[in-house]
């Protein structure tokens, strides 16, 4: 969907309360933090509860959205503590949740229906149908794969009916996201439930590092990315500190308010920030090569040590105020930055059998604003007061506390909806079901293990070969838009020769094969890790599902699997 507005929303990450101060005062739009739960970066500081109430009403002050991370996969009996997380993320007035695991969404979209969610980038969505499959689902946002050109980024988002995120500056992965179980096989320690050990990084065949990806930087792309259309450009980067956040926020704060391109110093300041040997660009530009690789080198990290530590305080917001303090009526403190207005009400003020309250002693104690995120000065206080009367020292303070409060506050009625877990599938049919490379290698183990065919339920082919009767179709893993023609004329041209069933490992590989009469067989690529999940993509038309290679067997029974 093609934004209206000049820019797209610069969205910055957060690790901690600093880097969020940081973000807010280089210029972000938007924030996105991760709490102590389910967030793709467990090993970051991220925010608890109280923190996270915090930060909502430090960033909606400044007139910035605040995002929480729900983005790793969980299982069965983690759905009611997720589905709850969620309530709570609502009530504190956090704008959006950022989810990847689609039981999840299912199960929020239940339970708390106005709470706003956006597709993770480890959905896999990588072109406009799959866009559009996650709006269909109640998704208002999608984040894009990393990988896509600059004009399949314009084409999902002149096709899709949904908002669009890409990334636009941060570390790469040398697998698409939601992808990659490089980590969780070979360590035990799961990309997909936050806790990558980062293998790719490491050097491989004699000290080489075949798999480490220099970060990504699109600050030379910032007009063509504005054209674009997307709502949204994201920095990576919650593991990063304060220094970090605020030099690359505040960079491409200015670029996009100029709608420029980088300069040599400013690619640079980029650079001595972190970088892996320099930037790449190459997905956007379609040079994707041996150039893309890097490797932190003690330069690097001499240059980033070189940056000062920042000093980051909270920006208050003025505000004015007018008090009233009369006889035998509740006092009152209205409190406005001009554009918010707010009363307080408390306690009736009696008549003073001595030492009657002053202007002078009730400014100075209206004026302290104390651990809020808001500066009143003594001179910015009307006050109404009847002479001759008191009010106790506590009762002021308990009327200011509770003006400043009212001002602050970003709460919301808490979502009642009771979560009911989807029942487990006892009793569904198991099937086998085996990929074959290539038609050859299909006719070959036929011939030799006949036995093996009578048990296997689906055989697949890939979509360009030529597909025995009785067997179905994959489709590749990663389709763009620029592809999606001639993946759709090869599907097509399968269905019309008897093809009957294709495999598919994301949303818009089954909204490709249901719109085309192939019913959709689900991959592992899915990451079906929950019954809920599994519900979810069987009201898709999802008749049956691969179950996630990182599931225990007992985790695989609480699916139904």
Do not use: W
Not at 129 to 150: C, P
Not at 476 to 499: A, C, K, N, Q, Y
Not at 515 to 535: M, Y
Request: glycine fraction near 8%.
């Amino acid at each position: 969907m093609r934004r209206r507005s000049k820019l797209p929303e610069l969205l910055s990450p957060a690790g901690d309360f600093r880097c969020l101060l940081a973000a807010v005062a280089a210029g972000a739009d938007a924030v996105y933090v991760g709490g102590k739960k389910f967030g793709a970066r467990a090993y970051a500081k991220n925010f608890d509860t109280d923190e996270l109430s915090r930060a909502v009403r430090y960033c909606h002050l400044h007139g910035v959205r605040l995002y929480v991370t729900l983005n790793t996969l969980v299982y069965d009996r983690e759905l009611s503590e997720a589905v709850e997380y969620a309530r709570e993320l609502y009530r504190i007035g956090v704008d959006a949740i950022i989810a990847a695991d689609l039981g999840v969404i299912s199960a929020i979209k239940r339970a708390v229906p106005y709470m706003e969610i956006h597709a993770s980038t480890q959905m896999s969505v990588h072109n406009s149908v799959g866009a559009d499959k996650a709006g269909e689902l109640g998704i208002s946002r999608v984040v894009l794969a990393r990988e896509l050109s600059l004009e399949n980024i314009r084409l999902a988002t002149e096709k899709s009916s949904v908002e669009i995120e890409v990334f636009l500056h941060g570390a790469l992965c040398v697998c698409h996201s939601g992808q990659c179980l490089f980590s969780s096989l070979v360590g035990g320690r799961s990309g997909n439930r936050g806790e990558c050990a980062q293998p790719c990084r490491l050097p491989y065949d004699g000290g080489k590092y075949p798999l480490s990806l220099r970060d990504l930087s699109l600050a030379s792309h910032i007009p063509e990315l504005i054209e674009s259309g997307v709502a949204s450009l994201k920095i990576e980067g919650r593991m990063k500190s304060a220094e970090y956040v605020y030099t690359v926020t505040k960079i491409y704060r200015r670029l996009l308010d100029e709608g420029r391109r980088a300069s040599a110093e400013e690619e640079e300041e980029l650079r001595r920030a972190f970088s892996r040997g320099g930037f790449t660009d190459g997905y956007l530009t379609g040079r994707t090569d041996r150039n893309m690789t890097g490797v932190r080198s003690e330069s690097d990290k001499e240059s980033s040590r070189s940056i000062e530590e920042m000093t980051f305080e909270p920006l208050r917001i003025p505000i004015s105020a007018v008090a009233s303090f009369r006889l035998g009526s509740p006092s009152s403190l209205t409190l406005t930055d001009g554009r918010k207005t707010v009363t307080a009400l408390g306690k009736a003020p009696v008549a003073a059998e001595s030492s009657p309250l002053t202007e002078d002693s009730l400014s100075k104690r209206l004026a302290k604003m104390g651990n809020t995120f808001l500066s009143l000065s003594e001179n910015a206080i009307q006050i109404e007061l009847d002479e001759g009367i008191n009010l106790s020292p506590a009762d002021i303070n308990a009327l200011r506390r509770e003006a400043a409060e009212l001002f602050e506050s970003q709460s919301r009625e808490p979502s009642e909806i009771e979560y009911t877990p989807v029942k487990r599938a006892d009793g569904e049919e198991k099937f086998l079901s085996a990929l074959f490379l290539n038609a050859t290698s299909y006719r070959e183990a036929k011939q030799k293990s006949p036995a093996l065919f009578d048990k296997l339920s689906y055989t697949f082919l890939p979509i360009t070969e030529d597909i025995p009767k009785g067997a179905g179709v994959y489709i590749p893993p990663v389709v763009t838009d620029t592809e999606l023609p001639e993946i759709t004329s090869l599907l097509s041209e399968h269905r019309s020769r008897g093809v009957g069933y294709a495999l598919c490992g994301n949303l818009g590989a089954i909204a490709l094969a249901s719109s085309l009469g192939l019913t959709p067989i689900g991959d592992f690529r899915l990451n079906v890790t929950n019954a809920e999940s599994r519900e979810a993509y069987r009201k898709m038309g999802v008749t049956k599902a691969i179950l996630s290679p990182e599931l225990t067997l007992p985790q695989a029974r609480d699916v139904g699997g």
